[in-house]
């Protein structure tokens, strides 16, 4: 069975730092592409990184140059780093895990999702 179980969320202050984690089981965590994707309050479901299983990155506009996506095999683990923190950058973080083995930023080519984590940036 597979599961995805995200940790790490809190608050932050406007440009601070948080470190996501995701605790991935039930398959094999290397064969796959990941990706973490977020909602807003009042907004829909968005593409924030993704890493290949040959660990190419990829972020969207707006978080590049802040976020770092990384994955950890022998651990299971995917992780998000997020620095220089915004009041938009709330919200609630997903990962989740691709169909196949190259990345993709269409949400659509993701067949397992996290419960989430709730980040909150605020003074």
């Known amino acids: 069975q597979v599961q995805l179980v995200e940790s790490g969320g809190g608050l932050a202050q406007p440009g601070g730092s948080l470190r996501l984690s995701c605790a991935a089981s039930g398959f094999t965590f290397s064969s796959n592409a990941m990706s973490w994707a977020r909602q807003a309050p009042g907004k829909g479901l968005e593409w924030v990184s993704g890493i290949g299983s040959d660990s190419v990155t990829h972020y969207a506009e707006s978080v590049k140059g802040r976020f770092t996506i990384s994955r950890d095999n022998a651990k299971n683990t995917l992780y998000l780093q997020m620095n220089s923190l915004k009041p938009e950058d709330t919200a609630l973080y997903y990962c989740?895990?691709?169909?196949?083995?190259?990345?993709?930023?269409?949400?659509?080519?993701?067949?397992?999702w996290g419960q989430g984590t709730q980040v909150t940036v605020s003074s």
């Open positions: 989740a895990r691709a169909r196949e083995k190259g990345y993709s930023d269409a949400l659509i080519d993701y067949d397992y």
